[in-house]
């Protein structure tokens, strides 16, 4: 007898069953990501959002976002406690899902070069192709200027920083970190229409909403996860979400998701119908915007008819 032949290999030890509730091959379950993700977005944001408030610094332009009018200085605090949160809460996603925070979507070497300054373009293109049918409609009427040269200019500047925080926010939750750990469990297609409708319905939570401001909302945030797929990051949505937004309510000054911009530049009005004005939601909520984003979907695809590397 030979004592020195090896002993027979043991089986593998499985895990437990209930482990694979939790965890697959690759890590946490995506599912569990993101409840756990959700739980520390909003308890981040609640903290500091009480914080702020308990100054009372904001209880004027709180005052007037209830009737209708939304001032920069209230989006800006807002939308950056709410951007600090997201990026804490996916740091720390980061950490469980060993992964860095230009992977979900946002690289830093990318950070507002050729792919932001395109999706401007596109952005301001869509915008204005939809007020322009609205205003071949006879709904809009483009009025004179609304303030001076100088203040004119501070506004056009503030709001441009403004909606490129807000893009940068709603980018970085809906089709960066969500859409990421959906895509990796999924697929991409499948995500893209979860993250989707978190947007649309997000969307119907604003003033004045619509179930149409909401689908077209949808929609859009389909077209923007096309670009994500073909361009590779968010940088291009980021700057066609920015720029849309910044042309409506600053340089044609309507209503946007049901408020008013303060300091817009023109004294514009709307006449007409809601399906071709979108009523007291603004262009967004006008029929004429779903042929628009379908032209948009459209030129896309076939302009981008592969992953675009450019930097």
């Not at 506004?155 to 980018?171: D, G, I, T």
């Not at 991409?188 to 997000?202: D, E």
């Not at 007409?272 to 984003?293: D, N």
Request: net charge positive; hydrophobic share 50%; glycine share 12%.
């Amino acid at each position: 007898m030979n004592l020195l032949a090896e002993e027979p290999a043991l089986p593998p030890k499985q895990a437990p069953r209930w482990r694979l509730l939790f965890v697959s091959s690759r890590g946490l379950r995506a599912g569990w990501c993101l409840v756990i993700f959700i739980a520390a977005d909003l308890g981040i944001e609640t903290l500091l959002t009480k914080a702020v408030h308990s100054q009372h610094w904001l209880d004027s332009a709180i005052l007037l976002a209830r009737q209708g009018v939304l001032t920069a200085k209230l989006v800006l605090v807002e939308d950056g406690i709410s951007g600090l949160a997201l990026v804490l809460a996916m740091a720390l996603m980061g950490k469980i899902q060993r992964q860095s925070l230009g992977e979900y979507g946002l690289p830093g070497r990318k950070a507002f070069r050729h792919q932001f300054r395109s999706g401007l373009l596109w952005g301001f293109a869509g915008s204005t192709l939809l007020m322009l049918l609205i205003f071949v409609g006879h709904g809009y009427s483009f009025g004179t200027l609304a303030n001076g040269a100088w203040a004119t200019a501070a506004n056009a500047l503030l709001w441009a920083l403004v909606n490129v925080v807000v893009a940068l926010y709603e980018e970085s939750l809906f089709r960066g970190y969500i859409q990421s750990t959906l895509s990796g469990s999924i697929g991409f297609w499948p995500a893209a229409v979860v993250s989707s409708l978190l947007f649309g319905g997000a969307h119907l939570e604003n003033f004045g909403e619509t179930w149409v401001g909401g689908l077209a909302a949808f929609v859009f945030g389909m077209f923007l996860c096309l670009t994500l797929r073909r361009t590779g990051s968010l940088w291009f949505a980021v700057g066609t979400h920015a720029a849309w937004n910044y042309a409506l309510v600053f340089i044609y000054s309507a209503t946007d998701s049901g408020f008013v911009a303060q300091g817009h530049l023109l004294r514009s009005s709307f006449q007409g119908p809601h399906w071709l004005t979108g009523g007291s939601f603004g262009p967004e909520g006008s029929a004429f915007v779903f042929p628009v984003i379908v032209c948009l979907f459209a030129s896309f695809a076939r302009i981008h008819k592969t992953k675009d590397t450019a930097m």
